[in-house]
């Protein structure tokens, strides 16, 4: 290939997505009830909110809210599994109409995606043993702390961090819950549902809680500009809200109800 | 939505990818000599060893060449604390490149062996050399010139396959690009990165051992 025709095929690959995108624009909620087909990235890492249960299938508040918007839609579920690392790339990249996967809202989320409104309760902390003083970001100099990079754990901790935190970042929660049980980090930034699952299968390591990282309700993720199918599904989970659905779901997988979420 | 690319976003982020670099060519570096050493080891046990040895040389290659890396390096980080050993992510990755490149270059360095022609080996007896001068100086060096070529390769595939270190988070390279597209959600950028860089670092070493290895490694 000489390196003018390697510059001319690089760049029609190049704009070859571009197009593909542009065909795409704005009507997602067309295709969707066209195909008949939702698909929902959801986590498989942090119960209660995604699991795998003993049958191998994905369950939890997320999948069930994926199923229940499905529902509303009148159209199939089909579930991907996603990771805290690529489930806002599995948005952009259209493998995924709507991203259900204990997502959280910040600026910087901000600008690549949209965000509904919240369907569900989140808080983030750093937990770690019993035997350990941790009470203030000072007391974390000198020590190791697992987080899983791209959740907004890693982050939180990253502002708080006092120089001298050694922060290990693995690829997904069961990465930094392995290593904390592993004992090869020392504490670990995590949300509250997966601390509470992990302890109560592991009280032989005698965890607690230690610094609040963040409170931060879960909202569901569509791609940028994506506003027919935005708010369409604000309009689901206004009325889920109102209907009592989203807080029988929260009773069943949170054993709390579902609180005053920011719209 | 249009995509467009924005590379400065992850260039701007360089001195972690500096750092991933300088990580992998520090893992692979150690895992390269210390597993190639291994490998030879392991060789000349698989030929000349003792029964027992012979056995137990085996089955650590056959256990290796027949699991997956990732698996390996997972036994290390997460099982092995189980009976107390803790290794630190950079200890046990490279660790598990050694182990993994020694079982595959045994391989390869014992097939190099085993064409030797008999007559230099009887050549070399009849000269009166002792078994290990034999191995030494007139099998070893014609062998790895034979088989240099795969071993090279074979090295540079451990290189490769230590991305999977940033899984147990030794920050090496595609830990860094890996970081900085979940801070920046520029997937498509970094990732293009972390592949031209591999792909700069695999030649450079080919070119690199290729060189190298008639002139320090198996000399004339």
Known sequence: MTPRTFLRTAAVLTLVPLFAAVAHAQNALDDIVAKKLLVVAIPTDSAPYGFVGTDLKPQGLDIDTAELIGAKLGVKVELVPVTSANRIPYLQTKKADLVISTLGKNPEREKVIDFTIAYSPFFQAIFGPKTLVVKTPADLVGKTIGVTRGAMEDQEVGKIAPPGLDIKRFEDMNGTVSAYAAGQVQLMGVGASVAGNFMAKNPQVSTEFKILLKESPNYIGVAKGEDKLRLKVNEIIGAAKASGELNKLALKWLGRPLGDLPS | ?220
């Not at chain 2, 990818?17 to 992998?24: S, W």
């Not at chain 2, 078994?131 to 090279?152: E, G, H, I, N, S």
């Open chain 2, 1 to 220: 939505m249009i995509i467009t690319f924005d590379f400065p976003a992850v260039l701007a982020e360089w001195p972690l990818l500096a750092k991933g670099v300088a990580a992998t060519i520090g893992l692979t570096a150690v895992s390269a000599s210390v597993g190639v050493t291994l490998g030879v080891a392991c060789a000349w046990a698989r030929q000349h060893g003792a029964a027992w040895l012979r056995t137990l040389v085996g089955a650590y290659v056959e256990l290796i060449r027949n699991t997956p890396f990732i698996v390996q390096l997972f036994f290390l980080f997460f099982g092995l604390p189980g009976i107390g050993i803790k290794l630190s992510p950079e200890v046990a990755s490279v660790l598990a490149m050694v182990v993994n490149l020694g079982a595959y270059a045994a391989e390869i360095v014992r097939a190099g062996i085993a064409t030797t022609p008999r007559g230099q080996i009887e050549a070399a007896q009849s000269l009166a050399l002792t078994d290990m001068q034999v191995f030494t100086r007139v099998v070893l060096p014609p062998a790895l010139q034979r088989v240099w070529p795969a071993l090279v390769s074979q090295i540079i595939i451990v290189m490769l396959g230590s991305a999977v270190c940033g899984q147990i988070s030794t920050p090496e390279l595609s830990y860094a690009a890996n970081l900085i597209q979940s801070r920046n959600f520029r997937a498509f950028e970094s990732f293009i990165v972390a592949t031209l860089v591999y792909l700069a670092l695999a030649m450079l070493l080919r070119r690199l051992l290729t060189w190298a290895g008639p002139r320090f490694i198996f000399g004339r």
